[in-house]
């Protein structure tokens, strides 16, 4: 079982190159997110899709990029890394219940360490 | 913004003791989770609480919400290494948004043999 997939799981990089971290799932669902994790501070939300073809903002956007042109697909672009960016990102995908909305278990992939030097 | 505090930080306790694990916020949300992570692997749901003064048993660990659905705790029995791991609350700010949770900072427990 797949579930979450995100790659590369390790990358490092110089200031000012640009990147895109890939995460894919096969459970078909609607809702997707991005998450970066840094020391002290929990998970905090980057950017999301409620369905292929939408996206909007979380808690720390800006220097980001992301698309959903399919169902499976949720790349995350940075697009001038910056030494503020090294930190494990995390992918997670829930799924909309029968009442519409959605059921509340995120199912997250096993991270992408990125450093920035 | 809506934010989440744990408390502790990090506990270090010896195999057989309880422990109890915080999340507090001033803002009311829908729902609120229990997440558990191992070293290099992403966070695994435990438990979800909906209703103020909920419970939720799961083993030997027990979850209880708020009654303003503000707080919660995470009770463990009798610890085991296996319990050993990152402890993550997470909150969704309205009912239907829980894929964009607000998450604590996390509570490490080390349980020692």
């Known amino acids: 079982n797949a579930g979450v997939t995100q790659t590369p799981k390790f990358q490092v990089l110089k200031t000012g190159q640009s990147m895109t971290l890939q995460c894919a799932q096969d459970?078909?669902?609607?809702?997707m997110s991005w998450y970066r994790q840094d020391p002290g501070m929990g998970l905090r939300l980057i950017h999301y899709?409620?369905?292929?073809?939408?996206?909007d903002q979380g808690e720390v956007p800006n220097g980001y990029n992301v698309s959903r042109s399919t169902t499976e697909d949720f790349p995350l672009r940075l697009l001038s890394a910056a030494p503020s960016q090294t930190s494990v990102y995390f992918c997670?995908?829930?799924?909309?219940?029968?009442?519409?909305?959605?059921?509340?278990?995120?199912?997250f992939g096993e991270g992408s360490r990125l450093t920035v030097l | 913004t809506q934010l989440l505090e744990q408390s502790p930080q990090f506990l270090s306790i010896q195999e057989g003791e309880n422990l109890t694990v915080y999340c507090n916020s001033s803002?009311?949300?829908?729902?609120l989770q229990w997440y558990r992570q191992e070293p290099g692997e992403g966070p695994v749901l435990l438990v979800t609480?909906?209703?103020?003064?909920e419970v939720k048993k799961l083993k030997r660990l027990t979850f209880q919400f708020g009654d303003a659905r503000k707080d919660s705790s995470l009770h463990i029995t009798a610890a085991q290494p296996g319990d050993t791991g990152l402890y993550l609350c997470?909150?969704?700010?309205?009912?239907?948004?829980?894929?964009?949770?607000?998450f604590g900072s996390g509570t490490r427990l080390l349980v020692r043999p």
């Open positions: 459970m078909n669902h609607e809702y």
């Open positions: 609480v909906v209703t103020g003064g």
């Open positions: 803002s009311v949300f829908s729902s």
């Open positions: 899709s409620v369905g292929a073809g939408i996206t």
């Open positions: 997670a995908s829930s799924y909309r219940s029968g009442t519409g909305r959605a059921t509340g278990e995120l199912f």
């Open positions: 997470a909150g969704a700010p309205r009912r239907g948004s829980s894929y964009k949770l607000i």
